[in-house]
């Protein structure tokens, strides 16, 4: 588990903060990374945003697999036989 910290950072005049170097660390995030700004009330949570476009696809994938009809390892291991046998075999 991830551990919580606390600091700030100052607000510069055209709107610019520096992440303390912790907060970096524990995103992840480096140099021309992306973060992505999720504003509710008066908190606003800040992630990495490629983790946060992961997340996403993952909630909208959620459930498909069952709706598919794979429920075990050797049906997904047959549907990737069955599809790369298709596009090797036209």
Known sequence: MKSIIVDNAKVMSKGQITLPK???LQLGVDTGDKVIFIAEGDRVIMMN???Y?????????EGEREKSGLFTDDDI??????IRNEVENP
């Open 53 to 61: 476009a992961m997340k996403i696809l993952q909630s909208s994938m």
């Open 22 to 24: 912790e907060v970096r």
């Open 49 to 51: 945003a490629a983790v």
């Open 77 to 82: 291991n047959a549907l990737i036989k069955e």
